[in-house]
């Protein structure tokens, strides 16, 4: 008999942002100079990570999107690899994706198609391998050590150094750390859990601010607040 798979999807709420992605690749494939709006993608993570964490990741980014609204039907919600959160795999992964793309820019340096068009090559490749896993291991695989989601957790606060309204996730006294359904639904996997009754709540810094624990505990007891 079968068992059980332990991880699950929420339905995501919202827009659908990944039409922007599809569109983004389908236009980029005639007219590579829209490539450039890839800026956008590789930038605000980052900046929006300063004051917010991870909350472009889980809210606006159109891949994650994607993965959230389409790809969460289909996963196997296997537990993604252990290996690929550690901090060496996730720094190599910067360090390599970074550099196959300073080489291909200094390529193509002049030429704003061809650079518009290692910007496009660069979303198609990591999306088509963001798919893979996801079929694999679990949807937000990739999200794990994607290499602007990784600088965007560097660039979280951290315990001691936060803002007066950085929200996060506080789990209660209630909870009873038995059901661990928060860490169930989690997209990333994480176990909020384990922050029971802690006074800074839960600062992972791969949270993606999405609320889907809020949303998963039968009892309620996480709340996302500042």
């Known amino acids: 008999m079968a068992t059980k798979r332990f991880f699950r999807s929420l339905p995501k709420?919202?827009?659908?942002?990944?039409?922007?992605?599809?569109?983004?690749l389908v236009a980029g494939y005639f007219y590579p100079v829209v490539g450039f709006l890839a800026l956008i993608c590789m930038i605000a993570p980052v900046a929006f990570a300063v004051r917010k964490g991870r909350w472009w990741c889980g809210n606006a980014c159109p891949r994650g999107n994607f993965y959230d609204k389409v790809l969460a039907k289909y996963s196997p919600h296997r537990e993604i690899p252990a290996i690929v959160r550690t901090t060496g795999f996730r720094a190599f992964m910067v360090a390599f994706i970074f550099t196959?793309?300073?080489i291909q820019?200094?390529?193509a340096w002049g030429d704003w198609n061809a650079m518009g068009r290692v910007f496009w090559t660069i979303i198609l490749i990591t999306t088509v391998v963001g798919v893979t896993l996801a079929f694999i291991f679990?949807?937000?695989?990739?999200?794990?050590?994607?290499?602007?989601?990784?600088?965007?957790?560097w660039a979280s606060p951290r315990s001691g150094r936060l803002l007066e309204n950085y929200r996060r996730v506080f789990v209660g006294d209630r909870c009873t750390t038995r059901c661990k359904l928060c860490h169930a639904v989690c997209p990333m996997q994480l176990k909020p859990f384990e922050s029971k009754n802690a006074e800074e709540g839960f600062l992972h810094p791969d949270c993606l601010k999405c609320g889907h624990c809020t949303l998963g505990c039968p009892l309620k007891v996480p709340v996302l607040r500042s």
């Open 138 to 153: 679990a949807p937000r695989s990739w999200c794990s050590f994607c290499p602007m989601g990784t600088l965007s957790a």
């Open 105 to 107: 820019m200094y390529l």
């Open 13 to 24: 709420k919202g827009f659908s942002l990944y039409w922007i992605l599809l569109a983004y």
């Open 100 to 102: 196959m793309f300073g």
